[in-house]
């Protein structure tokens, strides 16, 4: 992951804020403002608050009870005043009983309503939070595996906006000391999956094009969805359209234009 340390940037959903203490320590931003869905005694019970007293020690404006997808929790943030928004590893909270799920669940699934947390993120983020002057720039830092490469994150959540997927960089959790990743509702370490950090803009051209990737699976002649391919001959893409693999991310991407078309 790229930071310039000219960049204001906002954390948001950052678990037990040791992303945020990592990033002001390592690469000192202009400014930084430090977001976590919990509110301070979940997060005293959960994780302890050592990262949140530090970041308020060094002048960190940290925000609890903040949910990206409601302006009314985002308390005293001013309109269009970051440079960069970053979302490391999002996931749903997890759901607080079976009658729970089955009231957000009904006619959607786990991967639509992760890819509408997403969205909502995206849109916020450049209507909102990034300043029109500045750099502009919102990340999904994400896992390279099930479930979340089945969010389709390059391609289906700008659908019919004018944010632009730029490309990916590879996060480094090395050049983040101190960072532990967590688990949604729970209070353990995660196992450092390699992960990937999604650039977005509404720019097309950013001070991150020599840094960011191209995925190939994006080109003709691979599956996209699957990112399988390319395929070298016709018999070998038909064997994939019909694997099992392949109508799982089928039924996944109808399920969501249907989503963002009553949206």
Known sequence: MYINSAWR?????DGD?????ALLESYRPQF??????DNYSSLNTKYGDV?????QIQGCNVLTDFDVTNKQTWGSLKKHQFDAVIFQFPLLPAFNSEEDFKQQCINVSVNTLNRRLLRKYLLNSVNYFL????????????????PYRQWHIEQVLTLNTDINYL???PFN?????????RNVDRNKHVKDTQGITYAFSQR???????????????????????RVGPFYAEQDKQNHLRSKKHQTMTQFEVQWLADITKS
């Open 9 to 13: 940037i906002l954390t948001v959903g």
């Open 131 to 146: 300043d029109p002057n500045g750099s502009q720039l919102a990340f999904i830092t994400s896992k390279d595996v099930k």
């Open 204 to 226: 097309i051209s950013t001070e991150l094009d020599s840094k960011l990737t191209q995925p190939k699976y994006l080109n003709d002649n691979y599956c996209s969805y699957c």
């Open 173 to 181: 959790i090395e050049k983040f000391p101190g960072y532990k990743i």
């Open 17 to 21: 804020l040791s992303f945020s203490q």
């Open 51 to 55: 990262h949140f007293q530090k970041l």
């Open 32 to 37: 930084l403002t430090a977001t976590i869905f």
């Open 167 to 169: 490309g990916y960089m």
